[in-house]
Each structure stands twice: as C-alpha cells, then as structure tokens.
C-alpha cells in the first residue's frame, strides 16, 4: 500500500500532467480555429480569383474574335488589292 505522502505526490502530479494537456488543447484548439479562418479566406479570395480569371478569358475571347474578324478584312482586302493590281498591270 501506498502511503499517504505518496498518494497525494501522485495526485499532484496527476493534476499538473492534466493541466499541462489541457493548456496544449486549448492552444491546439485556438490554433485550429485560427487556421480554419485563413482557409476561409484563402477559399475567398480563390473564388475572387477564379472569377476574375474568367472575366480575362471572356475579354481575350471577344479581343480575339474582333482580331480575326479584322484579319480576314484585310486578307480579303489585300487580295482583291492583288488582283487589282495584276489586272491593272496587264
């Protein structure tokens, strides 16, 4: 059997080990808290991102259909130029 100075040692040390892991899941549990926010965020501003990207793309698209659109203008108008000149010419 254990004596009572024994008992009440162990006791202490017992409480202070649970103090001890109860601090650490305090601060784990703020820590994981914390970190659930910055990925809110983060999930935020990819959204913002994803969004704005999509709007380039559609702005590229129209830029690119006008650029091809006034290509082909030219194409075509320097090809009738071409023919004209060699009717000209000859």
Do not use: P, W
């Amino acid at each position: 059997m254990k004596s009572r100075a024994a008992a009440v040692k162990e006791t202490r040390q017992l409480e202070e080990r649970a103090s001890e892991a109860g601090s650490a899941a305090l601060s784990l549990a703020a820590e994981t808290a914390q970190l659930r926010d910055e990925i809110d965020l983060l999930k935020s501003d990819k959204s913002q991102l994803t969004e704005t990207v999509a709007d380039i793309n559609k702005i590229i698209t129209a830029k690119d259909a006008e650029f091809n659109n006034v290509l082909g203008r030219i194409e075509a108008a320097t090809a009738r130029c071409g023919f004209l000149c060699c009717y000209v010419l000859t």
